[in-house]
């Protein structure tokens, strides 16, 4: 009789996010020790301070399970490296978004640019926030250089390198493409469902999800049909993720998502949300919305009417049924992909908790 195949062990995400943070800490203890001008060690533990905040480690994850999914063997050390490059990348990303936005708060804690203007207040009065903003945005550079240090010392071979980096390249290009989109439409949001998608896709879809679930498969030798299945699964997920971020951004408990309530309404953001409920509402609620949405002084008694409407137009429902749909085609996506099972199974667990997060 013969036996029955053993069953390869599952992943342990737990584990893969310590192996990514004890890289990560390892590598700013590096910076620090090393740095060659007494200044620097302090954006370092800036940047330090953010990343050790908390966070999902969801790129992260995807990469090392991308890894997997091609079939990676041997020991994983580039994979974890390559997966905290792209944390890195995450919070340089970070950093500059929240300075564009101006937001006050990340992960419960000041954003970078307010905890560097708070620490050099004194002697400096209203130029402390200038000096804020202009260190956040020197130390986002710093960061993605040291995101490319941190892929450069990963010991990849020549073969590794090239089929890694133009992934890395794209999911570059579509973050900033994101961003530049979501620039250009803030503070006029329209009822444009299909531009406010195009935002999400590009900002989110691609950059959260589908390029590093990618980057590990390429690191593993993915070929062309492994590539498209993780798109497959990886763009609608990613849809979902910000949807799921979108409600989240005005209907969340900033005390679980550690960002203010008010922020996205405040700064006018063309969201599906908001898409939706303008296409929906009637010309009184209209012209509330187009009072309020993009008002820097937003007061929460204005907000909580702005959700009001949200709700009564059915925009929240609706995006709720879209975030279900997404799940739905990513998963069937999955389970279509010839993925090895330890792989398809984490994905399904990171995909849940992509889309039914509080936080």
Do not use: N
């Amino acid at each position: 009789m013969t036996p029955a195949p053993l069953m390869a062990a599952p992943l342990d995400l737990d584990h893969i996010r310590a192996s990514v943070d004890e890289v990560l800490a390892a590598f700013l203890d590096d910076l620090e020790r090393t740095a060659p001008h007494p200044q620097l060690p302090e954006l370092v533990r800036a940047l330090r301070r953010l990343v050790g905040a908390g966070g999902k480690r969801l790129r992260p994850l995807l990469c090392v399970v991308g890894w997997h999914a091609a079939g990676g063997a041997g020991g994983r050390g580039a994979a974890l490296r390559l997966a905290a490059s792209l944390e890195l990348l995450h919070a340089a990303v970070l950093i500059h978004d929240d300075l564009i936005d101006d937001s006050a708060t990340r992960r419960g804690r000041p954003t970078v640019h307010r905890a560097l203007a708070a620490r050099h207040l004194t002697g400096r009065g209203p130029d402390a926030l200038r000096f804020g903003a202009s260190a956040a945005l020197l130390l986002g550079d710093l960061t993605l250089v040291w995101s490319d240090h941190l892929l450069r010392t990963a010991r990849l071979t020549d073969g590794e390198y090239r089929a890694v980096l133009p992934v890395l390249d794209a999911v570059r290009r579509d973050v900033l493409l994101g961003q530049y989109l979501d620039l250009l439409s803030t503070g006029t949001p329209g009822d444009d469902l299909d531009s406010a998608l195009a935002v999400t896709r590009y900002k989110t879809a691609h950059y959260t999800v589908e390029r590093p679930l990618q980057a590990g498969a390429a690191l593993a030798g993915a070929g062309p049909e492994l590539l498209a299945a993780c798109s497959d699964f990886g763009i609608p997920l990613g849809e979902a993720f910000q949807l799921r971020d979108d409600l989240l951004g005005v209907f969340g408990d900033p005390r679980r998502t550690g960002k203010s309530d008010l922020d996205d309404l405040r700064e006018g953001k063309h969201t599906p949300l908001i898409a939706l409920t303008l296409r929906r509402a009637d010309p009184h609620q209209r012209s509330f919305l187009r009072r309020h949405l993009g008002r820097p002084g937003l007061r929460a008694a204005d907000a909580a009417a702005v959700r009001d409407i949200i709700r009564a137009t059915g925009a929240r429902d609706t995006v709720e049924e879209m975030i279900e749909t997404r799940r739905l085609r990513a998963l069937a996506a999955l389970d279509a992909a010839d993925f090895p099972p330890p792989a398809t199974t984490a994905l399904h667990t990171l995909a849940e908790a992509a889309v039914r997060r509080s936080a």
